[in-house]
């Protein structure tokens, strides 16, 4: 069977031939740029899908290759999906709303093809636990810190998809619910993303920039100027101690550490995986989270816990989709 | 094989011989009581299962009995567990701490049995899965609201048992983590237990009845004395729009509702089992926390939802922890 997975995001459509061993023998990659509707992003994503298919396996000999065979398609799309066809609920990302994007790419591809549509952080999470830092284990959570949260939830040596295919979505679990908690992108209040989503950082600290810039300034002489403050110049004056960038830190911790406990608290995975761009650039807020984290999750249900970073970076989306496409019945 | 189900709490030792259709074929009770150290509990709980083992199935001719069929045994148990050999980490109902009371249970029982010892509402929880309000689910979060609060996850059609059989421990979530957070039994501060489980709310209102007893005039006129005031009473009130119980429930309900929505966030679940004596003993507390639940939850986790209440009653424990035992390599 030929395994291909696409990634999907809202700035890269990248996509791969994976070998039986979860090695990317081939790859793609482009802007999603404009137009985006989903006839568009169909017949890109197919397209590309169709080249990969004709990649002959670095390792098998070339005269094995069946132009009959079977090809899994995997996507890991950055959206919140309804049902298991692949159907897109909602993807600020793509600007996409109850789109069929699912049935409309396998309708493109044709019967060769067997398209799986998963969500993206699901189909991450799962290829660091085929190949990458959670392999070998049953029971896994991952939490991928970037422009929003997103994660993945593995019990029992299987993808969590739950019922809607929604299963994961950490970064929406509420860690205020009172009068003042801040809105988040999806229409609730009070989410952990948008307290610990990268986008929701860089809008509290320019606003910190513009209304309290003196209490700013190691930050600011770390960037080289205001407007070239990012996470990471925050992260480094916590570093040497800075008083505003530790008391950010220590205000917005605590949160992600809370909803990552209450997580474990109820799924005792073995093995935490975090990831993300906020994360691996931000060492000292991760060293907070994970510090806190002991704290909030009850010790029997972190008793076996071992928390790692992820180790497969953008390729784990692929290989994560790709071989969840090969399960497909 | 001959299956029978334990269940062993505080107050009772439960034991019954489960059909393959996981109906009750015979059933035995006695009061825990004293002394309770392990080889006491564990002489008992023995004898009660030798006993039941040696009774025929109703609905099978006698003469199929065979003396030497292996009797799967599955313990639930009020304890919090450590690995998958029925050791107690912790069982403060049996107030027991590190012991290996499911490698004795077996050594005494001897190689005809295989027992296997769960977490006593992870047990529940896979009953009414199998036979009760959740049959045919194949993704269910089953909480339970009694003295404490208990909880057990099926995904993918499987009990999630975790790393250190420890999952499903949502009562020791966190919803609230500032210095004046409740303390907990557990040792921590700010679970949801010790806002919502009914030892906690009783000694809530006794310390409210003692405060100000006059905004309690209606509870204790419902109960017909001060000492007589239950939660069941509150709710009662609650229900009647007396001020003290209102305010009372729309303070602690909205705090099980985020731990039970943050949960969902993450599994995403088709089925929320909701049972335990506080929660049917005050319905009006349930009708807040159901309100709130589905305001606190991604609108997308929750579509599929349906929140049932657990169908089995005290039966529940029995024929989970025996057909889990059955699973058994």
Partial sequence: MIRIGVDLGGTNLRAARVGADHAIVAAHRELVGEPRDVDSIVARVA?????????????????????GEVVAVGVGIAAMLRGDDGTVANSPHLRWRDQPFG?????????????GVYNDANAVV????????????????GVY????????????GRLVAGASHTAGELGHAKVRWDDDAEPCRCGSRGCVEAYLGGSYLDRAVRRDL??????????????????????????????????Y?????????PLLAVALGNALAVLNSERLVLGGGVLSRCPVLLDHVVTTLHVAAPAACVEKLSIVAAALGDDAGLVGAADLATMQP
């Fill in 47 to 67: 397209l590309a899908i169709e080249q990969l298919a004709d990649v002959p396996e670095a390792h098998a000999p070339i005269f094995d290759d069946d132009p």
């Fill in 103 to 115: 049935a409309r790419l396998a309708a493109r591809l044709g019967p060769r093809f067997r398209v």
């Fill in 126 to 141: 799962w290829g660091e636990v085929v190949a990458g830092a959670a392999r070998g284990c049953r029971d896994v959570l």
């Fill in 145 to 156: 810190v970037g422009t929003g949260i997103g994660a993945g939830v593995v019990c029992n």
């Fill in 210 to 243: 513009a209304a309290r810039p003196k209490q700013l300034a190691r930050v600011v002489a770390l960037a080289g100027g205001a407007e070239l403050v990012t996470l990471a110049h925050v992260d480094a004056a916590a570093g040497e101690g800075d008083a």
């Fill in 245 to 253: 960038a530790l008391e950010l830190w220590e205000q917005r911790a």
